[in-house]
């Protein structure tokens, strides 16, 4: 196959897998659209729409109307809300600008190692060590952020040196606060030794 064709292939895989992850098939295909392909002309929106809807509908077929996070929209928006959601949005976009540049710069000290097998132990190391200090830095994430949702804040400590930490809110923001940074540093890590 010829580049384009593979470019429109890889498009359609990460479409359908937005998709299904998700459950949004719309997200699916505009995050391709913007991120993976420069190519937005009907020949390629029509293979990207398929493989969203299909990815998307297979999904439900196995898993059920289930969501990712679970909870209920008790309130709607309210002017007075604004200022919370422009500060979360600044929050957010300073925090993008740290895991980014945190993720450049620790790839960029991983590609030192000329021996993948070093950098594997390196990163390995690290990863352990963050992951022993910080178990909730383990998988992806979705099951914390369920927890914090639903008000399970207890079930974000266990197995840690902090059992206990739930108890004051201004330690358990800050170690929550202490998950976001790391979680970027693993991340980073897991990619700068080689895995994906």
Do not use: C
């Not at 719309?26 to 398929?50: K, R, Y």
């Not at 059920?64 to 809300?81: A, S």
């Not at 990863?127 to 804040?153: A, H, R, T």
């Amino acid at each position: 196959l010829d580049f384009k064709m593979r470019a429109l292939l890889i498009g359609a895989a990460a479409a359908g897998t937005v998709s299904s992850i998700f459950n949004a098939p719309i997200a699916g295909v505009v995050f391709t659209l913007e991120v993976l392909m420069i190519d937005m002309t009907t020949a390629s929106l029509i293979p990207l729409l398929f493989a969203s809807a299909s990815a998307s509908v297979t999904s439900r077929l196995f898993l059920g109307n289930d969501t990712l996070f679970h909870f209920p929209i008790t309130d709607g928006i309210q002017l007075m809300d604004v200022p919370f959601y422009v500060g979360l949005g600044v929050i957010a976009g300073l925090f993008s600008v740290y895991f980014t540049l945190s993720y450049l710069w620790i790839t960029k000290m991983g590609s030192r190692w000329k021996n993948p097998f070093h950098r594997m132990y390196f990163g390995g190391a690290i990863l352990g060590l963050l992951l022993f200090i910080f178990p909730p830095l383990y998988g992806e994430g979705f099951e914390l952020i369920n927890s914090l949702v639903e008000g399970d804040f207890q079930s974000i400590f266990e197995n840690t040196f902090f059992p206990d930490l739930h108890q004051n809110a201004y330690l358990m923001l800050l170690f929550i606060g202490a998950l976001a940074i790391f979680k970027a540093v693993a991340t980073s890590v897991t990619v700068g030794a080689g895995g994906v």
